[in-house]
């Protein structure tokens, strides 16, 4: 499996101690690691934060169109390309001076599945995860049960989902977690935000009710922050926006699967991220 790496050039004092934090990006279906880098301009606020970024690439001898395999039972299990990407993230630890602490999983569409599912399976490696346009986790099973996930989500089997990861990992440390959704996505329906979310809270174990922050139209698109805590923690937030469809919020709008209009989820995702470590 190819992959890319970003190094920022100027480090903040803490990363010059500790080492820097970093993101994991995955692509969606047709398209490539560089063009999701372009597309989410990633790159730019990873260098103004102080994090590196690794983007993994699905083999089209894998999957011809680039799909990360979300909807395969095995996968959501932790097999398939799960063990691929968590041995590039090590290979890069071995040779960059990275945050063991401050490590993140985030990606849209099928990598937001693909994301979720290597956050689920790997709660200790990752302190957080971001889920742009997601499908809800551990549906599927097959690429015609993908498309139906997609369109209608999961259904009682989100929760029967949730309830199995806490099963098979008794000693789950919960996984915080941002989750983006545009309202006009006619691909991955806004139902699977909503499912996303109730599974969050039931692996996180919070109970609401959600502080909810009105974002009127500006320069950005509308939108609505529902945000979840643990005491002083936050540990959910929900981001619904208006008018958004299958895009990257805030993207370069010249590649396909971007959106001009915010707000900028890569700076977003960035944030939430920077309140996270595992301890």
């Given amino acids: 499996m190819s992959y890319w790496l970003y190094l920022p050039n100027n480090l903040p004092e803490r990363a010059q101690r500790q080492g820097m934090p970093l993101v994991v990006m995955l692509h969606g279906c047709h398209q490539t690691a560089t063009q999701l ?21 699905q083999l089209i001898s894998i999957q011809p169109q680039r799909c990360w395999k979300w909807y395969d039972r095995a996968t959501q299990e932790g097999g398939g390309d799960v063990p691929t990407i968590v041995g590039i993230i090590h290979k890069v630890l071995t040779h960059c001076a990275i945050d063991r602490t401050r490590i993140y999983v985030a990606g849209i569409s099928a990598g937001a599945g693909m994301a979720n599912i290597l956050a689920l399976n790997h709660p200790k490696l990752f302190a957080a995860v971001g889920l742009h346009s997601g499908p809800v986790f551990g549906a599927g099973h097959s690429t015609l049960g993908a498309l139906g996930v997609m369109k209608h989500g999961a259904g009682l ?51 609401g009710p959600a502080k909810i922050t009105h974002k009127p139209k500006g320069r950005h698109n ?41 707000p900028d989820a890569s700076k977003m995702m960035l944030d939430f991220f920077s309140r996270h470590q595992r301890t």
Avoid: C
């Fill in 37 to 57: 880098a372009q597309g989410t301009r990633m790159n730019l606020w990873a260098e103004k934060k102080g994090f590196a970024v690794l983007y993994p690439q």
């Fill in 157 to 207: 089997g989100a929760d029967m989902a949730a309830h199995a990861v806490l099963q098979r990992q008794p000693q789950f440390p919960g996984m915080p977690a941002i989750l983006l959704q545009g309202e006009g996505d006619n691909v991955v329906r806004p139902i699977n935000q909503i499912q996303l979310a109730r599974q969050s809270l039931l692996l996180n174990r919070l109970a």
């Fill in 222 to 262: 509308a939108h609505q922050l529902h945000d979840f805590y643990a005491g002083r923690k936050l540990m959910l937030r929900v981001a619904q926006i208006e008018q958004l469809e299958h895009a990257w919020s805030g993207g370069d709008p010249t590649l396909a699967f971007n959106a001009k209009a915010g």
